[in-house]
């Protein structure tokens, strides 16, 4: 394994896939007339699609990772007790080192946690300010009573637009919703670290201080949504001035620290393909968590995860701070991301962590937004070639609870999403080809 170093001179090399392939898992070619009938069946929903009619699939990045040598013998020590497998305290040790949270309560994925997160510290009529929402994060909060609120700087909602750290605060309008609301009736901010819905657009640690300082002066706690906090970590290294010399590990541990607890997804950063969990610093809390998550997930010390899934999320924890694997990750996405823009197809920029987002609107301005274009582009795009990808439109932002109507958000995207270690630069290379036919 390599150190993770990023020297300036590792830095200017190509990078390659830090890992060679010991075991494959061949894919179906289907032909046009086969999807045409796969994809009317699905409702033109690729989410409706069986993953047998899928060539190559990018719905999503979130628990299909190919798991590592070390993760899969890790599988083979699992120990199944029902209480105080060696599995959860090598994953709290994990979550110690790295991200430095004092308690963990597992859950079997991400929104398991936001569940036992909401219940615990929402009440009805509180707000959430948060820097833009993610699907399953909202929904808990509004389930709980709470209200989110968009504090995400005005640049993340324009796809065009280079901002280095679109996934940061706007510090005016977090200031206005504590003003509005008081802080007695905002129970944390939530942070999002390379923010999905904004097209894995990371947050700097110098915003993220300012975010503090402000809600240290009202008493205000933030939790943090570690899902892809590593590839966060990496953007930060790139961009951020200062951070250059910095490891992912200890970028990723600064992020961290300037947080009061997590929610993690670890079917993302974490390389597994099931699992999470909540971190907490408070005592208090981290009781409260506990004797909930028993009555949704499991017992504390395995919240709904089998030892086995434990001890990969452990794992997989270390993999992802390290740095040759991290830059080849996103690297594979800029890689992707690229070879659209060289042929003109519009796309968010800059190029994201996890994925590659369409602008639909921009692709399809004919179509207005309540026929659904990243709906529609989704369909067609698979209809090519088989690739499957996903709506991030004004499907996924649902609809107002209260008037039952069309969210529309200004951002209307497909998003072509890499699963981490599992398709290669040829099945890049094909993806494009077939999004620049359709285009
Ligand atoms: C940013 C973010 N938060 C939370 C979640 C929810 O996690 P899970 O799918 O593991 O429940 C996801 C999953 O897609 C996510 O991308």
Same mark, same amino acid.
């Given at each position: 394994? $390599?150190?993770?170093?990023?020297?300036?001179?590792?830095?200017?090399?190509?990078?390659?896939?830090?890992?060679?392939?010991?075991?494959?898992?061949?894919?179906?070619?289907?032909?046009?007339?086969? *999807?045409?009938?796969?994809?009317?069946?699905? +409702?033109?929903?690729?989410?409706?699609?069986?993953?047998?009619?899928?060539?190559?699939?990018? &719905?999503?990045?979130?628990?299909?990772?190919?798991?590592?040598?070390?993760?899969?013998?890790?599988?083979?020590?699992?120990?199944?007790?029902?209480? +105080? $497998?060696?599995?959860?305290?090598?994953?709290?040790?994990?979550?110690?080192?790295?991200?430095?949270?004092?308690?963990?309560?597992?859950?079997?994925?991400?929104?398991?946690?936001?569940?036992?997160?909401?219940?615990?510290?929402?009440?009805?009529?509180?707000?959430?300010?948060?820097?833009?929402?993610?699907?399953?994060?909202?929904?808990?909060?509004?389930?709980?009573? +709470?209200?989110?609120?968009?504090?995400?700087? #005005?640049?993340?909602?324009?796809? @065009?637009?280079?901002?280095?750290?679109?996934?940061?605060?706007?510090?005016?309008? &977090?200031?206005?919703?504590?003003?509005?609301?008081?802080?007695?009736?905002?129970?944390?901010?939530?942070?999002?670290?390379?923010?999905?819905?904004?097209?894995?657009?990371?947050? $700097?640690?110098?915003?993220?201080?300012?975010?503090?300082?402000? /809600?240290?002066?009202? +008493?205000?706690?933030?939790?943090?949504?570690?899902?892809?906090?590593?590839?966060?970590?990496?953007?930060?290294?790139? *961009?951020?001035?200062? /951070?250059? #010399?910095?490891? !992912?590990?200890?970028?990723? *541990?600064?992020? /961290?620290?300037?947080?009061?607890? /997590?929610?993690?997804?670890?079917?993302?950063?974490? &390389?597994?393909?099931?699992?999470?969990?909540?971190?907490?610093?408070?005592?208090?809390?981290?009781?409260?968590?506990?004797?909930?998550?028993?009555?949704?997930?499991?017992?504390?010390?395995?919240?709904?995860?089998?030892? *086995?899934?434990?001890?990969?999320? $452990? !794992?997989?924890?270390?993999?992802?701070?390290?740095?040759?694997? !991290?830059?080849?990750?996103?690297?594979?996405?800029?890689?992707?991301?690229?070879?659209?823009?060289?042929?003109?197809?519009?796309?968010?920029?800059?190029?994201?962590?996890?994925?590659?987002?369409? #602008?639909?609107?921009?692709? &399809?301005?004919?179509?207005?937004?309540?026929?659904?274009?990243?709906?529609?582009?989704?369909?067609?795009?698979?209809?090519?070639?088989?690739?499957?990808?996903?709506?991030?439109?004004?499907?996924?932002?649902?609809?107002?609870?209260?008037?039952?109507?069309?969210?529309?958000?200004?951002?209307?995207?497909?998003?072509?999403?890499?699963?981490?270690?599992?398709?290669?630069?040829?099945?890049?290379?094909? @993806?494009?080809?077939?999004?620049?036919?359709?285009?």
């Amino acid at each position: 394994m $390599s150190t993770d170093d990023g020297t300036p001179a590792q830095r200017t090399r190509s990078w390659a896939e830090p890992f060679k392939i010991k075991m494959v898992e061949p894919l179906k070619m289907t032909t046009r007339a086969e *999807r045409e009938v796969a994809i009317r069946e699905a +409702g033109y929903n690729t989410f409706l699609l069986r993953s047998e009619d899928v060539y190559i699939d990018l &719905l999503t990045d979130s628990g299909t990772n190919a798991m590592s040598d070390r993760q899969w013998a890790g599988m083979m020590l699992g120990d199944e007790a029902y209480a +105080g $497998s060696r599995n959860f305290y090598h994953l709290e040790a994990a979550v110690q080192e790295l991200y430095g949270y004092r308690h963990l309560v597992p859950t079997h994925q991400g929104r398991g946690a936001e569940h036992i997160l909401s219940k615990i510290m929402i009440s009805p009529g509180d707000v959430v300010p948060g820097n833009m929402y993610f699907t399953t994060t909202r929904l808990h909060q509004e389930l709980a009573g +709470g209200t989110f609120v968009d504090v995400i700087i #005005d640049e993340a909602h324009d796809p @065009t637009n280079l901002h280095p750290f679109k996934g940061n605060v706007d510090l005016a309008k &977090l200031q206005r919703v504590i003003e509005q609301h008081g802080a007695d009736k905002i129970p944390y901010v939530c942070i999002a670290t390379a923010v999905n819905m904004a097209g894995g657009q990371p947050i $700097s640690l110098a915003n993220l201080r300012e975010v503090r300082a402000m /809600c240290d002066a009202h +008493g205000i706690r933030i939790i943090h949504d570690a899902t892809r906090v590593a590839e966060n970590a990496f953007f930060i290294k790139e *961009r951020e001035p200062g /951070c250059a #010399d910095m490891t !992912i590990a200890e970028i990723v *541990r600064a992020i /961290c620290d300037l947080t009061d607890g /997590c929610t993690m997804s670890a079917k993302k950063d974490a &390389l597994v393909n099931i699992g999470g969990f909540l971190a907490l610093n408070d005592d208090d809390l981290f009781d409260a968590a506990r004797n909930m998550v028993v009555i949704y997930e499991g017992l504390h010390t395995y919240g709904g995860m089998a030892g *086995r899934d434990m001890e990969a999320v $452990s !794992i997989g924890l270390h993999e992802s701070v390290e740095y040759d694997h !991290i830059r080849a990750r996103v690297g594979q996405v800029a890689y992707l991301g690229r070879k659209l823009q060289d042929a003109g197809v519009p796309i968010v920029v800059p190029i994201g962590s996890h994925g590659v987002f369409l #602008d639909a609107r921009a692709f &399809l301005p004919h179509l207005d937004q309540d026929t659904y274009p990243a709906q529609a582009l989704a369909a067609e795009i698979y209809l090519d070639s088989g690739v499957r990808t996903m709506e991030r439109g004004n499907v996924s932002s649902g609809r107002d609870p209260a008037t039952g109507e069309n969210r529309h958000p200004r951002l209307e995207l497909v998003r072509i999403t890499l699963p981490r270690r599992v398709y290669t630069q040829a099945h890049m290379d094909v @993806t494009a080809e077939s999004i620049v036919e359709v285009y």
